[in-house]
């Protein structure tokens, strides 16, 4: 079976979720909390996601 997919849940609302390869430290965005979450590690097609901070926009002016 191909692997097409990946999937995972969101660590703070627990929806599943299904999205297309995406590697490792890569972003995808919850679409239930809207909380950025990252790509930790990839195990046999199953995502460990953690959520990361939005940085705000800071551009030192
Ligand atoms: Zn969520």
Do not use: N
Request: charged share 25%.
């Amino acid at each position: 079976m191909t692997a097409s997919t990946l999937a995972g849940s969101c660590p703070e609302c627990e929806t599943d979720l299904t999205v297309p390869p995406i590697v490792e430290g890569e972003t995808l965005s919850c679409p239930e909390c809207l909380l950025t979450l990252r790509v930790e590690d990839i195990q046999d097609g199953r995502l460990d996601l953690r959520m990361i901070e939005v940085q705000l926009r800071d551009w030192g002016q």
